[in-house]
T-cell receptor
């Protein structure tokens, strides 16, 4: 149980385009999901907390107009990187928390490369 | 400020050489402590949850323990497939995100 999927697993795009990443909890409903980015050999960096039916809470320094998060249902959250630039290239990982539990279960991650 | 510190940053073991990873925390209140394993290019994989001092959890060659100030992940007779980054995280309150340490990169050499 507690499986989280992400799509796509990798994406290459041109500078200036927008990219959408989907995160789904497959066997549980998640009122709260989290988005992270990770640079090579570095730890997870929390970008935002996504709550179903309400606005996401962004961490300090994360541009909310650039990283749009939508948590439209109890099993789906999306991250859209708008007007992507090479510095946005990174490994993006989502996680979801089952109701009443403290654990966060992570997706497999999405490798974004912006040319 | 809530903090999680993991040591060592990196650890190289021979196959079969048992050792321990440390996770120390300074938090306003502990609701749970979690261990994850992360392989390169993948999302973290959940291993254990510990809730109170004295609690222990085991899975194959791994055993996690918890005191009031730190947690240990003991690895007994490791194999090369145990090579990964091990992450420790704490939940402080409510539905807040986990606070992660920077991880320990474990390499097990055959």
């Amino acid at each position: 149980g507690a499986v989280v999927s992400q799509h796509p697993s990798w994406v290459i795009c041109k500078s200036g385009t927008s990219v959408k990443i989907e995160c789904r909890s497959l066997d549980f409903q998640a009122t709260t999901m989290f988005w992270y980015r990770q640079f090579p050999k570095q730890s997870l960096m929390l970008m935002a907390t996504s709550n179903e039916g309400s606005k996401a809470t962004y961490e300090q320094g994360v541009e909310k107009d650039k990283f749009l998060i939508n948590h439209a249902s109890l099993t789906l959250s999306t991250l859209t990187v708008t007007s992507a630039h090479p510095e946005d290239s990174s490994f993006y990982i989502c996680s979801a928390r089952p109701p009443g539990r403290g654990e966060q279960f992570f997706g497999p991650g999405t490798r974004l490369t912006v040319l | 400020e809530d903090q999680v510190t993991q040591s060592p940053e990196a650890l190289r073991l021979q196959e079969g050489e048992s050792s321990s990873l440390n996770c120390s925390y300074t938090v306003s209140g502990l609701r749970g402590l979690f261990w994850y394993r992360q392989d390169p290019g993948k999302g973290p994989e959940f291993l254990f949850t510990l809730y109170s001092a004295g609690e222990e959890k085991e899975k194959e060659r791994l055993k996690a323990t918890l005191t009031k100030k730190e947690s240990f992940l003991h690895i007994t007779a490791p194999k090369p497939e145990d090579s990964a980054t091990y992450l420790c995280a704490v939940q402080v309150s409510g539905n807040t995100p986990l606070v992660f340490g920077k991880g320990t990169r474990l390499s097990v050499i055959a």
